[in-house]
């Protein structure tokens, strides 16, 4: 019950993308199709669910105040905290590279599916955003660290899918030429988030 | 009539004038009034003179009996919380005074919604020099049938300017919007001016003609706001919702007046009837669901059919969801669509304490989620379609 609660919140009530506009450039720039969309989304949610639980291990064993005591007393009072933006993102830069050569080496045909998609990831906001909201949220065990993960790409699966079967559907509107591309994306992003606010405030 | 016909035609602005407003204005009015007599050039294509206008006007046909009894309504639960009539003895006396309340308060709201939404769509016409389209004449009534009597004016003014440039013309006009029109204003007031429409409060309005005003307005809590704190004593018994003489938004509170509604959009075929059936089935289950697990949680505990009596779930489902605009457009993708929304809106009525009513952001989630369903029907029948031909 405590994992279902964490991913529905994670998923749906903070989503990364309608309510924290978290990963917007990739997600602006790779909806206008929802099969791109579906190799993106998983593409993060695939890197969400083995960077966030490395990251936990890192924060809890060698960032957090206090967690390096177990290399001995000296190091029992130190914080090495403000260190946990550059580590983060290190951690996320390697792994991607590191799940890029093996996908790569192991699955050809879904490496040729994410193309350059997997790289990407390593620049999108929401994968670090999720890193340090985990490090804000002090879970209690891996576990829970690894299905907040899966809940925020879950999260932001659904509404890079969402957005681009819209989009899809859209394509042949007279829309204002102002409007067109971008602008509607904003635009549509903002009305998505409008009703997603429905699910704000759940509590299971 | 054919008076009315030949002084229209006499007042034709030319078309490529000097006032593109007045000619779309022109034009608007015309073919309103008259079946216009259009013929293709070249080709043979049959028109159905019903058109989208006259589509349009036949769902505002089904929303009048909501409108009439939202009127009736509103007089009587202002003389009721004024105490001139004791509680069920109301339904005879002070008829004509009932009325005429009612008339004040809901028919401004039903002009500003018309005002400001048609004078937005006629602008929007002039400048791309296109006729005056026909949507908004639905999202025109439905609006003020699904506000609260006593909203200010310059509120609803902002919240359908908002709708229609943001939430419609944007995207090309009529028939190319994502989400309802009128769901947008009602999600837009809801969020812009919390504490005037959380949707816990009742919308009963006691205040007279100025300088007579006996209290300033009477606020308690609505049926479905107190039943979220706890108080399930207070939601009505299911033949009081079927009639319909409890507070509530104007069009919402008589499943009588809307089943009347939904009777004539049928029978003519313009709802589609598995929209409507889907969601009550999608809200009957999850309200079961929740009869099961109840436990002590008074409100799970209300009957799965009682649920979807309460608030605005008839009213949404009927009117709102079935919208074809915004719906989905395949037939399996209705049955998705349907029960996607009866499940949210009761799941987000009961289990959301911050919400008291669902309905609204249920069909507006639907309507997110309306162009993927559609294209995981399609892509799957064209998968399917593909292996018979690799295998035939």
């Known amino acids: ?204 | 009539m054919k008076a009315l016909e030949e002084f229209m035609q006499k007042m034709k602005p030319k078309s490529d004038g000097k006032f593109p407003l007045a000619h779309a204005v022109w034009d608007g009015t015309y073919t309103f009034l008259f079946v216009p007599g259009h013929t293709n050039k070249n080709g043979v294509h049959i028109r159905d003179s019903v058109d989208l206008k006259r589509t349009m006007i036949i769902v505002v046909l089904a929303l009048i009996p909501c409108l009439l009894f939202g009127i009736y309504n509103v007089g009587h639960q202002h003389f009721l919380a004024l105490g001139d009539c004791v509680a069920g003895d109301c339904a005879t006396d002070l008829f004509m005074d009932k009325v005429l309340f009612g008339l004040m308060k809901v028919l401004p709201l039903v002009v500003i919604s018309y005002g400001v939404g048609l004078g937005i769509e006629f602008i929007f016409a002039a400048i791309n020099r296109h006729p005056i389209q026909e949507g908004f004449l639905v999202s025109g009534m439905l609006i003020p049938l699904i506000v609260p009597v006593d909203i200010p004016w310059a509120m609803l003014a902002v919240a359908v300017a908002f709708a229609v440039v943001l939430g419609k013309e944007v995207f090309g006009g009529t028939g190319m919007n994502v989400l309802n029109v009128a769901l947008v204003t009602r999600a837009f007031l809801f969020f812009a001016y919390p504490t005037k429409m959380s949707g816990d409060q009742v919308w009963t309005n006691t205040s007279l003609e100025e300088g007579q005003a006996l209290v300033d307005g009477y606020s308690g809590a609505t049926p479905l706001g107190k039943a979220v704190e706890g108080g399930v004593e207070a939601i009505p018994s299911i033949m009081e919702s079927v009639i319909g003489f409890i507070p509530g938004s104007i069009g919402e509170t008589s499943i009588i007046a809307i089943g009347l509604g939904a009777l004539l959009l049928l029978f003519t075929g313009i709802a589609s009837w598995r929209i409507i059936l889907s969601t009550f089935i999608g809200g009957y289950l999850m309200g079961f669901v929740f009869n099961q697990v109840a436990g002590d949680n008074l409100f799970m505990q209300v009957p799965a059919l009682h649920q979807l009596m309460l608030g605005g779930f008839a009213f949404g489902a009927i009117f709102m969801a079935t919208d074809p605009v915004t719906g989905t457009q395949t037939n399996a993708g209705k049955w998705v669509y349907g029960i996607l929304i009866g499940i949210l809106a009761i799941l987000i009525r009961v289990a959301n304490p911050a919400y008291p009513e669902g309905v609204m952001l249920a069909i507006l989630i639907g309507n997110v989620c309306a162009p993927l369903i559609d294209h995981v029907v399609i892509s799957s029948n064209i998968k399917k379609r593909l292996k018979r031909v690799k295998t035939a």
């Not at chain 1, 350059?116 to 990831?121: E, G, N």
């Not at chain 1, 065990?141 to 957005?163: E, K, R």
């Open chain 1, 1 to 204: 019950m405590e994992y279902l609660n964490i991913f529905i919140k994670s998923a749906f009530i903070d989503n990364m993308v309608f309510t924290f506009f978290f990963g917007m450039c990739s997600y602006l720039a790779v909806s206008k199709t929802v099969k791109t969309a579906v190799g993106l989304g998983s593409a993060v949610i695939f890197v969400l669910v083995v960077t966030t639980p490395i990251n936990y291990l890192l924060e809890t064993l060698v960032l957090q105040e206090g967690a390096l005591s177990w290399l001995g007393d000296e190091y029992a009072t130190m914080d090495l905290s403000f260190l946990s933006f550059i580590m983060f993102i290190a951690v996320i830069a390697s792994i991607v590279q590191l799940v890029e050569m093996l996908v790569e080496k192991f699955s050809p045909a879904l490496y040729g599916a994410l193309g350059i998609f997997l790289p990407l990831i390593a620049v999108n906001c929401a994968i670090l955003g999720a890193a340090l909201f985990m490090q804000q949220k002090q879970f209690a065990n891996i576990g829970q660290a690894t299905v907040y993960g899966l809940g925020s790409g879950f999260g932001w699966f659904i509404a890079i899918v969402l957005i681009a079967a819209i989009r899809e559907k859209i394509k042949y509107s007279h829309i204002p030429g102002p409007m067109r591309g971008v602008g509607m994306a904003f635009l549509l992003t903002g009305l998505m988030g409008l009703a997603f606010l429905g699910f704000l405030g759940f509590e299971l």
